[in-house]
C-alpha cells in the first residue's frame, strides 16, 4: 500500500484566485488576455401569453467580465477522482477553482484530509482545465467551461507540457480534443491518489456569459477548420428529445406531423458525430426544439437563423437566448402548457423544474411559425 503523507496539508484558503495574483503579483506569472466588455441583448419574440420576465431582467446592458490567466510557481493540485483542490505556493487552497459543490470554502473536503496521496513533481507547465464536476460530462458545459479556456491558453504565449481534466466519458470529448490537436499523452486524468505539483500550474478564468471571445474561438476551431457545406437536406430542423431522460415533448408525435407537412426534418442529436452536428445547424434556415444541451450547436448557425426554443412553464432558462445574441440567431420560444411561477421568480434563471417534460400547445406553435415565415 502507498503511504499517504501528512505533509504538505494546506491550511488556510484564498475564496478568489485573484487574492493569491494580488499578493504575489509577478507579471511573469499572470497575464490579461481579453478584456472586460458590454453589450446589449436584443429581446426575443413570443406571444404575449408567454412573456417571461428574465428575459426582460437580462436584457439591459450586459457586462462581460475580463479574461486571465495566471501560472502559480510550485502549485498543487489533489484530486479525488471528480473533485479537486488546488493548492498555493503558501500551502493555500484556492477555492473558486477547487470544484467541490461547496460554496462555503472551509468545507471543502480537502479540510477533512488527516492525509495526502505521495505527491508527484512535474517539470514544467502543467495546466487545470475543468469545470463543476457535475457539469464536466455535459455539452454545453464541456465546450464553454472547459474547451474554450484553450483560447486563453494559445494567446499566453505559454507552453503547455500537461492538461489536467476530469476523466471523459462521451465521445464528444474526445472528438473536440483531438480537433484541437491535444494529444492523448499531455492529458492527465483525475484520480482518487492524484497530488502533483507543477513547476507551474497554470490557472485560467472561468468563462461567463458565453463571452463573444469564446464564441469566436470554438467556431474558428470547430467549424472554420473543418470543411463542411451547406446540407439542403437540413434547412428546416427539429430537435427532438425523445432519447433523453428529460426535457421531452409528450405530444411530440401531433408535433412532428405538423413539421413534418411543413418539409422539417426530425434530427436526434446524439446518432451524430460532432462534425455531423456542426453541418446540421449550419445548414439550417429554422430550428426548433425543446431546451436542451444540444442547442449549444447555435454556435454554428449562420446569422440571421430563426430558433424557436421549447420550454416547461416550470423552467425557462435564457442561456441560448444569450448564445442566440452572440451568433446573430433570430430567436424566439414558446412555453408549453401548465401552471406558470410567479412572474418574479423567473429573475433567479430557476433552478429547479429542469427535469420536467413538456406539452406544447400546437396552436401556439403554429402562429409563432406564421410570425417567421413558415
Not at 494580488?22 to 478584456?35: A, T
Not at 463573444?212 to 430537435?239: D, H, P, S, T
Not at 415533448?249 to 451524430?272: P, S, Y
Request: with cysteine; proline share 5%; net charge positive.
Amino acid at each position: 500500500m502507498k503511504k499517504r503523507s501528512r505533509k504538505n496539508l494546506p491550511v488556510g484558503y484564498y475564496e478568489y484566485a485573484w487574492q493569491w495574483v494580488d499578493k504575489f503579483f509577478n507579471p511573469d506569472c499572470y497575464m490579461d488576455i481579453h478584456p472586460k466588455h458590454e453589450i446589449t441583448f436584443s429581446l426575443p419574440k413570443c406571444l404575449q401569453e408567454d412573456w417571461a420576465e428574465v428575459f426582460e431582467f437580462e436584457s439591459s446592458m450586459v457586462t462581460t467580465n475580463g479574461a486571465f490567466i495566471t501560472a502559480i510557481p510550485g502549485g498543487r493540485l489533489i484530486g479525488d477522482g471528480s473533485q479537486c483542490a488546488v493548492i498555493s505556493h503558501d500551502n493555500k487552497l484556492i477555492h473558486d477553482v477547487s470544484h467541490s459543490g461547496q460554496s462555503d470554502p472551509i468545507q471543502h473536503w480537502i479540510f477533512q484530509k488527516k492525509r495526502l496521496p505521495k505527491m508527484k513533481s512535474i517539470q514544467g507547465n502543467v495546466a487545470y482545465i475543468d469545470t463543476i464536476p457535475s457539469w464536466h460530462n455535459n455539452y454545453y458545459h464541456w465546450l464553454f467551461d472547459v474547451v474554450a479556456r484553450f483560447d486563453l491558453l494559445e494567446r499566453s504565449g505559454l507552453d503547455i507540457d500537461y492538461y489536467i481534466m476530469n476523466p471523459r466519458a462521451y465521445a464528444f470529448q474526445f472528438e473536440t480534443l483531438r480537433q484541437l490537436g491535444i494529444p492523448e499523452n499531455k492529458i492527465i486524468e483525475n484520480h482518487s491518489r492524484l497530488h502533483i505539483q507543477a513547476e507551474k500550474l497554470v490557472l485560467t478564468s472561468q468563462p461567463a456569459m458565453l463571452p463573444e471571445w469564446a464564441c469566436q474561438y470554438l467556431k474558428r476551431v470547430l467549424k472554420e477548420q473543418q470543411r463542411i457545406e451547406v446540407n439542403k437536406e437540413y434547412q428546416k430542423v427539429y430537435i427532438t428529445r425523445s432519447n433523453a431522460a428529460r426535457r421531452r415533448v409528450v405530444n411530440e408525435e401531433e408535433l412532428i406531423q405538423l413539421l413534418k407537412r411543413k418539409g422539417f426534418t426530425i434530427v436526434i442529436l446524439e446518432k451524430l458525430k460532432l462534425w455531423e452536428q456542426i453541418e446540421v445547424f449550419s445548414s439550417a434556415d429554422i430550428i426548433i426544439g425543446p431546451h436542451g444541451a444540444g442547442l449549444t450547436n447555435l454556435l454554428f448557425v449562420r446569422p440571421g437563423t430563426k430558433m424557436i426554443e421549447l420550454f416547461s412553464p416550470a423552467y425557462v432558462h435564457p442561456i441560448y437566448w444569450v448564445l442566440s445574441n452572440r451568433v446573430g440567431a433570430d430567436y424566439h420560444y414558446v412555453i408549453g402548457e401548465g401552471a406558470r411561477f410567479q412572474k418574479d421568480y423567473y429573475k433567479n434563471w430557476p433552478a429547479t423544474g429542469g427535469n420536467e417534460d413538456i406539452r406544447i400547445n400546437i396552436g401556439k406553435l403554429v402562429k409563432i411559425l406564421r410570425h417567421v415565415g413558415y
